[in-house]
């Protein structure tokens, strides 16, 4: 198990191009579609934990599926397999191939790739917005949200509104039940049992 | 050693308030590590960007280790890395075992529900700031949305899809 852990995340830390946010579908083809570790509902809860966290998104996702999977072992070796290759990457170009790696082939591989980057982080995102909007409570949220958000409000402050909301809901039902909380996908109850493994 | 224990507090602080993934840790990356402590200059630190862009791995850990070597070399690198993942580590791994046991409570399920649409919005926003200098030419956007409409339509691994567009880009270049 910790060595598949390992070999994963070195694939994912190791191939992706363009930033933590594109590392989202990465792990979700390796994790949920093909080795089928997490459900997509618990792979969707995490990406929203790890959001509520400081730090970078592709190593707190790292983390969090590793600990999820095999505890602190797996925690630790899921977080050095996923920063060990850029690592080296980075170190290898600070000492040798600074200079020759803003030719024009490469910019314009560059360019097509973060094109096709953009892409997949969408397609994953348009996926994430149909799960969740299901109801209009849901869908007035999330534009609320996001109308903050391109206001330039930092993620922090959404966040705690956020949760400050879900509160609001869970303590006053008539807001609750307009807002559609709660119900959203009403099959996760099942996924605390963690031993499955 | 004090240098290299500066270093690793400097880098700890950036991940700990690093709220909203790998931009945001660059913005505090910036105001630290050139602002305040002028480790190294702006123009360089714009190199290590594009830099960072292009090869694998998330971009704050990336510049981390980039800004790690400039100032003290291996150890300095080796200790930037670590700094800023660290809090993660903590945090986290911390959180997660709290939540795991938790996340049954009707309040927690109010909050999460909450919660899915505010990282929806906040993950679109993220997209549309990555789309403003991504997407600037007619090639780009095409390349766009024709890996966006595979990715949807087939299930194909992300990766291939990524090497696929970089070709093409390449190609667009040649032609």
Known sequence: MLLELFKVFLRIGGLTIGGGLAMLPLIQAEIVNRKKWLTENEFFDMVCLTQSFPGVIAVNMAIMTGYRLAGIPGMLVS???????????????????????????????????????????????????????????????????LALSLLGIKVIYIIILAIATGLLGYYVPFIGARLGLESVYPDIDTGSGGEEL | MT????????????????YGGG????????????????????TDFL????????????????????????????????????????????LVTTAFHFYRKIENLAQIKSIMSAMRPAVLAILISAVISLAKPTLTSIISVAIFS????????????????????????LLANAL
């Open chain 1, 79 to 145: 977080a050095i397999g996923v920063i060990i290759i850029p690592f080296l990457a980075i170190l290898l170009i600070a000492v040798y191939l600074f200079r020759y790696i803003q030719s024009p082939g490469i910019t314009s591989f560059m360019k097509g790739a973060m094109a096709g980057v953009l892409a997949v982080i969408t397609g994953v995102i348009l996926k994430l917005a149909l799960r969740i909007t299901r109801d209009t409570g849901s869908i007035l949220l999330a534009l609320i949200f």
């Open chain 2, 3 to 18: 240098l290299l224990l500066d270093i690793l507090w400097t880098f700890f602080k950036i991940g700990l308030f690093a």
């Open chain 2, 23 to 42: 931009y945001a840790a660059v913005a505090l990356i910036i105001s630290e590590v050139i602002n305040t402590r002028h480790w190294i200059t702006s």
């Open chain 2, 47 to 90: 190199q290590i960007l594009t830099l960072a862009e292009m090869t694998p791995g998330p971009i704050a850990i990336n510049t981390a280790t980039f800004v790690g070597y400039q100032v003290a070399g291996l150890p300095g690198s080796a200790v930037a890395t670590l700094g800023i993942i660290l809090p993660s580590l903590i």
């Open chain 2, 146 to 169: 024709i890996v966006l409409l595979a990715s949807l339509r087939f299930k194909l691994n992300p990766l291939l899809l990524i090497l696929l567009a970089g070709s093409a880009g």
